[in-house]
């Protein structure tokens, strides 16, 4: 059997990490290797983390400390570590339930690659309240996932995303040389970037948490979605491309030659003056994955927020 590593942060999660780590031991997967960083957690995370450790009987069970910079710093870390060794890479929060059959259906859609070509998978979400009761459902993505989506939206949360060993190796690769906004939209920019696939799942494989703690929220009411719109009147959303951007010249050495393209188009877009800048945004071929989307990428380009 080849073997997946979980990689799991963790920060002050004991609220709710006994029924995290209980879904991953539910997996259908046998082989599956734990390693926590812990951000310097001040609750009972470590003694709950400590009495897995004890127990788990799927393969290793790694604790250690964190780079206490956040959330973004915490995966980076864990995805440069070069102790870390296995076959396929999944990220993990401390406060989701993973359906059990999550990872052996990830494992499934990445054999189908060949050996060497970069690939990750991700799927929807169930959304619960923080008692467990389901909220709501991810949207569903029906376009082609691709770099030119990846520059202007992230595909999936990470909290369902699976690598293979060549995906990973490109994160880590990358990830040496700069920080990233989220290790989700991170991985998708890279992976499909490189020339890789992304497989996106329909099917719910993770049921995603919300409650006052959330470092990032989710995106299944009108709520949430007045919420982006602020942000990006604000000029947060701009503020992250221009991070997406960085790291990406940075590691423009790993991407295939269309993405290069791309990502020069995109970047004049953004410097150009009205009406060329709405030119060089369509010429570039961006898009996100829904008509409101689309719209709201054009807005944000016209009042100088992508």
């Keep these: 059997m080849r073997r997946v590593a979980v990689l799991m942060a963790t920060y002050n999660g004991a609220a709710y990490l006994e029924e995290q780590l209980g879904s991953l031991l539910s997996q259908s997967y046998r082989w599956i ?76 859609h990445l054999d189908r690659v060949a050996a060497g070509s970069t690939a990750l998978f991700c799927s929807r979400t169930l ?38 060993r060549a995906a990973q190796s490109i994160m880590k690769r990358a990830s040496q040389r700069s920080g990233f906004v989220s290790h989700d939209w991170w991985a998708y920019l890279l992976v499909s970037g490189t020339g890789g696939q992304v497989f996106y799942c329909p099917r719910p494989l993770v049921r995603y948490r919300q409650h006052g703690s959330n470092q990032v929220g989710a995106n299944t009411s009108w709520q949430a979605r007045r919420s982006r719109l602020k942000r990006m009147i604000r000029g947060q959303f701009r503020q992250w491309s221009d991070e997406n951007l960085a790291g990406l010249e940075v590691n423009a050495d790993l991407l295939a030659p269309d993405a290069m393209q791309t990502l020069v188009c995109f970047r004049e877009a953004r410097k150009a003056a009205l009406p060329r800048r709405l030119f060089d945004l369509s010429r570039s071929g961006v898009y996100r994955q829904t008509w409101s989307g689309n719209v709201g990428l054009y807005v944000a380009a016209m009042i100088r927020r992508l």
């Design 33 to 108: 290797d734990v390693v926590v960083s812990d951000d310097g957690s001040e609750d009972g995370t470590l003694n709950i983390l400590q009495e897995w450790k004890e127990k788990w009987d799927k393969g290793r069970f790694i604790v250690r400390s964190g780079p206490r910079l956040g959330f973004a710093e915490n995966f980076r870390s864990l995805i440069v570590d070069p102790a870390i060794d296995a076959d396929y890479y999944a990220f993990c929060d401390q406060d989701d339930i993973w359906e059990p059959q999550k990872l052996e259906i990830a494992v499934s």
């Design 127 to 164: 959304t619960i309240t923080e008692d467990g009761k389901i909220a709501g459902m991810s949207p569903l993505f029906s376009k082609e996932p691709s770099f030119r989506n990846a520059l202007v939206q992230s595909l999936a949360g990470g909290n369902t995303m699976v690598l293979n």
